[in-house]
């Protein structure tokens, strides 16, 4: 793993289902809207209600999200803030409106979903049912159709009456295969611009115009295709053909075989294999140190192991430059000089030369180290474990006790909390339990470390 990267933690059961994407679609409710009436809670004003911060916020109990499940009035502020995301404050949803949206809050609360997820949820059903593509009718399609001649076209070329009648085909083809009316619209938009471009035929004369265009692009204009040139990507272009592939498929296809041709990656003779080493150590090197005799038998005989296992003149050119960049670092081998060079390295990195390895721990740092050459590893990713291993150590996060599933949590709610307050005694022990769940799944402290925040904030914007 890379430094920058944070690892996405695997929630406990309970947990986790809180963290699902919303698809309003699938609901009862959202397939009801209009049909069920309930009665509005006192709560459910239409006016706004403006969002607190986390310090206003912090007074009540905050318990993880399975004890903590989103409140009615908090569901109403969802489709307050999914109205103002929609419509900055210009529009206000009716009784009605509101009543339905509940139905539909509600019962994705009923499916575990947290507050952020159901908020999203209500903004796209909003926006759907605003744009007509709740449950789009002919007018709605016929609608579709002008906009997509309107993106594509600029205003200069509205649909003629069988270009309506294609584009009306293919948009009820799309919502007899179960498509909605978000999908179609940028289906549409799509199959007019496709066509725009005549990419909508895959015979002979979109082909030859397709090779004139890859030569056109590549060589700027500078060499236009031989007839043997054009035979040869004749017969590759109808083999994307005969392969099922689009216009637009080929179109990108036959650029890429120009350009691989045009850089001399059509072949991997020896003499092909010989130019790449040379290339690769000119880009490492920069030009100060041009491969050996030894050097060069070295990477011949990597380049044919790649020939041998069917890869191409491209990815050979970049195998290549990895092998040469990796040898220029010293990390061709995985020696004991080498992993503690690599030790060194990490604390160096880490700690920024302010504290080196002690003698135990540069003997730990190597069983570690050992363990990855026992496993295969080669020596560049043991240097990047190695120094995510001494990250974790020096921020206290190579462990899951109590002391450090305590201290997770208190740095928890100074983050979200911007400080506000610590856990009171109980949410100390409800936070406390889950954590121990997930040391008790196998999950590292740091994995911990960031889902705790995680679930403390959705904790926090549920109420």
């Not at 006016?47 to 986390?54: E, I």
């Not at 001649?149 to 205003?155: A, D, L, P, S, W």
């Not at 649909?159 to 309506?164: G, L, T």
């Not at 059509?266 to 880009?283: C, G, P, S, W, Y």
């Amino acid at each position: 793993m890379k430094i920058s990267e944070r690892p996405k933690p695997t929630l406990p059961t309970q947990l986790a289902r809180t963290a699902q994407p919303a698809d309003v679609s699938r609901t009862t409710a959202a397939q009801q809207v209009g049909m069920v009436a309930v009665q509005t809670p006192r709560v459910l004003m239409t006016n706004f209600v403006q969002p607190a911060s986390p310090k206003n916020l912090a007074a009540g109990e905050l318990l993880p999200p399975s004890m903590n499940p989103v409140t009615d009035e908090r569901l109403a502020r969802c489709i307050d803030e999914a109205y103002r995301d929609m419509y900055q404050g210009k529009q206000f949803p009716t009784g009605q409106q509101r009543t339905e949206l509940m139905n539909v809050a509600r019962e994705l609360r009923a499916q575990g979903r947290n507050a952020e997820d159901i908020r999203y949820a209500l903004r796209d059903k909003i926006r759907l049912k605003t744009e007509g593509l709740d449950k789009p009718n002919d007018a709605t399609l016929n609608r579709l159709i002008d906009e997509a001649f309107q993106r594509v076209y600029k205003g200069k070329h509205p649909p003629s009456a069988s270009e309506r009648n294609e584009m009306m085909d293919a948009a009820r083809k799309m919502i007899a295969d179960g498509k909605n009316g978000e999908f179609i619209k940028y289906g549409l938009i799509d199959k007019v611009r496709i066509k725009s471009e005549g990419l909508d035929k895959t015979d002979d004369a979109t082909l030859n115009r397709l090779i004139n265009e890859a030569f056109q692009r590549i060589y700027e204009g500078k060499h236009p295709p031989s007839a043997a040139e054009r035979n040869e990507m004749m017969q590759e272009a109808r083999k994307m053909v005969a392969d099922g592939q689009s216009a637009e498929t080929i179109k990108y296809g036959l650029i890429d075989k120009v350009r691989v041709k045009s850089q001399g990656l059509d072949k991997t003779d020896d003499a092909t294999l010989n130019r790449l080493i040379n290339e690769a150590f000119q880009r490492i090197y920069a030009g100060k140190h041009p491969p050996s005799a030894s050097e060069r038998n070295e990477m011949m005989q990597e380049a044919r192991k790649m020939v041998a296992d069917g890869k191409n003149a491209e990815f050979i050119k970049y195998g290549l430059i990895d092998k040469v960049r990796i040898k220029s670092e010293g990390l061709d081998k995985t020696d004991d000089a080498t992993l503690n060079r690599l030790i060194n390295e990490a604390f160096q990195r880490v700690y920024e030369g302010k504290h080196p390895p002690s003698a135990a721990e540069r003997n730990e740092m190597m069983q570690e180290a050992r363990k990855m050459v026992a496993d295969s590893q080669s020596a560049e990713t043991i240097k990047y474990g190695l120094i995510d291993k001494v990250r974790i150590k020096s921020q206290g996060l190579d462990k899951t006790d109590d002391p450090t599933l305590n201290r997770l949590i208190d740095e928890a709610y100074r983050r979200v909390l911007e400080g506000a307050r610590p856990p009171s005694s109980r949410e100390r022990t409800e936070w406390l339990k889950v954590a121990r769940q997930m040391a008790a799944d196998g999950q590292k402290a740091e994995t911990i470390k960031y889902a705790l925040a995680d679930q403390l904030r959705i904790a926090l914007d549920n109420r």
